[in-house]
């Protein structure tokens, strides 16, 4: 059958945009969408029709596209198989347009180590003239889920799903002006995404508006038995019950002139680099973001996180760690790429051959890394130390929220020996609802500044800082489009909740928008 023509304008632009900005690592053709459509209608009317989704190339899927990770190892693999997410969002009759462009596995931040070559950012100043800057001018669109972010941004999907394991949904939702979803770790399933971080990896979801995003987040928010770290439903219950209260709240002062009175929103200082506060322009609206905030009701709050220098390093050491182990399936042998056999057909060396082959520099760099911090002489003072300092953060971010984890039902444990766990009555007098801070540095950067000269930079790395304490501590977070810095880009705040907030947090949000 003949397509929408909403979706048929939007295939178009796609094809017409994709070789500049570069985006997509796979269109789908108009027909292959329409058979989507006919499957999606033949199932009845689902939450989702007609929405069309643009899919991180790191998700499972069992049509044409590869499922690539933007690596050499996986170019031409076709997996025989939908992730979990993916099916659920067909099911709910969303189309899938597109698979997008990314770091190679997941590993960067802004979307240029990729067998595809970089994503340019389209969401410039220009735009409005529906141009692109000049090659010089050209900025990231951040990682690693660039590509979704981009084509999101540019129109050519109405949502993407993205990844992220220490910010890839957020960085590049702040860097192109959208809203970026990253989840409670263990509500949506991993099932079919392929794996970086196992004890990181969330999947990420992007859109230009809250209810958008909301939306599919909640076709896809299910138990799932194939994903051994989703989180079981009488645990996903419990959340429920114990965020009810603010959720029923925001309900009744929908509509009203401050329908977020009674909301506590707490501001880290130390999430507020001296970096942005030199920067007023970069600042200025997230300023502008917390006076609105103050406007409907909302009160605001100062709150530490000290723990947060020490985020970094620890996430380097435990993402790299289980990557190490996580790529070591990449053997030349089961999967994907093999390097040739030697001249005298020897399969010596196929192994390390394979993976040097097949590898890009980046992806090489930290499975040594990893290697070398699982290693014997090494565990006890770099992947321990790191985990040690995990706990410190998810405590340190646990002890600010009024609601406490519902993951750990301990704390109101008569047992409960924790020099650190909040009286109840502390929580629910001083405890804070969210909290707010800036999701990057700065603007996207330059695409040239990422380019050879900077490579053994820490610059890509400290970009990451903000968004590691809700990775480390899995809580729910979002990056929101909060206006333009001076320079004519998107500058976006990030708003975190207590594991399992998401409901609240997209009232508040909706409430802003
Ligand atoms: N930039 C971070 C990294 O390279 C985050 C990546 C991610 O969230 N997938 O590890």
Known sequence: SSLPPRIAKQLARAAELNPRINCFTHLYSNSDVSLQLDRARAKGKGRLDEVTVGVKDMFATADDAPTSCASRMLKDYRSPFDATVVKRLREAGAVLVGKTNMDEFGMGSSTTNSIFGPTVNPSGPRRADGELESEEEQRVAGGSSGGS?????????????????????????????????????????????????SSLDTVGVMGREVEGVWRAFDV???????????????????????????????????????????????VPADLFPSALL????????IRTYLSHLLTLGASLHPVRLPTT?????????LASAEASSNLARFDGVRFGYRAEEGESGEKEGLYARTRTEGFGEEVRKRILLGTFALSAEAFDNYFLQAQRVRRLIQLDLDSLFRVPNPLHTSSSSPFSTSP??????????????????????????????TSSASRSSREP???DLLSLPASLAGLPAVSVPAGRAED?????????????????????????E
């Open 488 to 512: 004519g880009w998107p500058v976006g705040v990030t708003v975190v909740g207590q594991w399992g907030a998401e409901e609240g947090l997209g009232k508040v949000l909706g409430a802003v």
């Open 220 to 266: 896809m928010n299910a138990y799932d038995p194939k994903d051994p770290t989703s989180v079981p439903t009488h645990v996903r219950d419990r959340a429920r019950k114990a965020h009810q209260p603010l959720v029923e709240r925001l309900g009744k002062q929908e509509g009203r002139e401050k329908p977020l009175e009674g909301l506590r929103v707490g």
């Open 278 to 285: 030199s920067s007023p322009t970069t600042l200025a609206p």
């Open 149 to 197: 972010a981009a084509a999101v941004a540019a129109g050519l999907c109405d949502i993407a799903l993205a990844s992220d394991t220490g910010g890839s949904t957020r960085l590049p939702s702040s860097f192109c002006g959208i809203y970026g979803l990253k989840p409670s770790y263990g509500l949506l399933s991993r099932h079919g995404l392929v794996s970086y971080a």
């Open 461 to 463: 790395y400290i970009q």
């Open 420 to 449: 650190s766990a909040p009286s109840a009555s502390h929580r629910s007098e001083k405890g804070i609802d969210l909290l707010l801070h800036p999701t990057a540095f700065s603007t996207a950067p330059l695409l040239s500044s």
């Open 309 to 317: 220098p020490l985020a970094l390093s620890a996430y380097y050491v």
